[in-house]
Structures are given as structure tokens and as C-alpha cells.
């Protein structure tokens, strides 16, 4: 079982968007797929509730309690995606981080944003599997306007870190019509939804390698 853990410690980010992304691609490549809210807001719960009538149906596990959840976890899962409370920093996810194979990190191009992020990577770099290199961390540029230049400097600003940028994801309306129907853009193939899935290839590879 792969197991992918998107947090950070600060909320609005797209953490939610980019786990329930995450949990339906590997659901439509025929995985057998949870996805852990550990989240109290609950967003990838009800996402996983509504695709639920989709041959591509993802189980929502809750995550709230550190161990209760693990009873939930059904012996063929063969993908994890674990959605991180919001707040949450690297001592506050070491269960978590134990049991992870990657962990992505949404950055929106905000300075409040990226200035937030800070503290939890630094967090990060002090457990124990991250500093060995046992636990690969990747950074997302999330919601980003690739033709304006607060975009392209916070970008270059990620890029300095010393984990490496794996997917600079647009921002787009569409992630909140999937969200609200339950799917995610890899449920379609038009020609305007086959740019943004480009958007997560670099991700999906990334991951491969985890």
C-alpha cells in the first residue's frame, strides 16, 4: 500500500483539493483507494460521500481520532491519501508521518501563505525520516496565475527551498464544480480539461518514484 499525506499548517491552501485529486486518479487506475480525513472540517469526507454512486468510488475513512481509524483500513487497500488537519505541525502528524511514503505541500503565491509554510517545513526537516531522506517531501505551487508575476516570484521563491517543487497547478473554478459533484478533473477528457490534468503530471510522477 502506497500512502501519500498532503498537510501543511496553514488552512485555505487547496490541501483538501489536492488529496481528493490525488485519492480519484489512483481510484480511476483501478487501485482500491482510502482517503484519511484527519481533517475536523470534514470537505474530503463529504467529497468522498458524493462519488460514492461512481464506479471509481473512494472510502472515506475518518481520521480524527490517531487510532481508531486504522480498524477502518480494509486489508486490500492498495492507496492511501491522507488529508492533514489544517494547523497541524510535523509533531503534531508523527503517526502520520510514520506510516507516509510522500508528503506534498500545497503553497499558494500569497506572502502570508508562503510565509505560514516556513515554520512547517522547518518542522519537517527535524523528524526523523525526513532528515535520514526516508520520507520525500514535495512542494505544490497551488492556485497559481501563471501569467502574473506574484505567481512566477513566489514559484522562483519555492524553487530556493530545499525541497523540490513537483506541480505548479493553476488556478481554476473548475476544482470547485468538481468538488462539489464529487469528482475531480480526471473524470473528464475535454480538450480545457486536458491542460489542467498536464498541471498535475510532473505530481503524479513524482509520486511513482516515492
Sequence with gaps: MKTVL????????????????????????????ALLDA???GSSTRWAHRRAVLDSAVLPIDGTSRKAW???????????VIDARAGAMADDLDGLLEIADAV???????????????????SLAR?????????????????LK?????SQQSVDLLRAWPYPVVAQLRDS??????????????????AQVREHQADWQPLLKWLKKA
Design 6 to 33: 498532503v498537510a501543511s499548517s496553514k488552512g485555505g491552501v487547496g490541501k483538501s483539493t489536492i488529496a481528493t485529486h490525488l485519492a480519484a486518479h489512483a481510484a480511476l487506475d483501478g487501485l482500491h483507494t
Design 39 to 41: 481533517d475536523p472540517q
Design 70 to 80: 486504522r480498524k477502518q483500513l480494509p486489508d486490500d487497500t492498495q492507496r492511501l
Design 104 to 122: 506534498v505541500v500545497p503553497v499558494p503565491p500569497s506572502t502570508l501563505d508562503i510565509e505560514a509554510t516556513v515554520p512547517f517545513l522547518d
Design 127 to 143: 523528524h526523523p525520516r525526513v532528515r535520514k531522506g526516508a520520507l520525500r517531501v514535495g512542494l505544490v505551487g497551488n492556485k
Design 146 to 150: 501563471p501569467w502574473t508575476n506574484a
Design 173 to 190: 473554478q473548475a476544482y470547485v464544480v468538481m468538488t462539489a459533484l464529487g469528482k475531480s478533473l480526471f473524470d473528464y477528457h475535454s
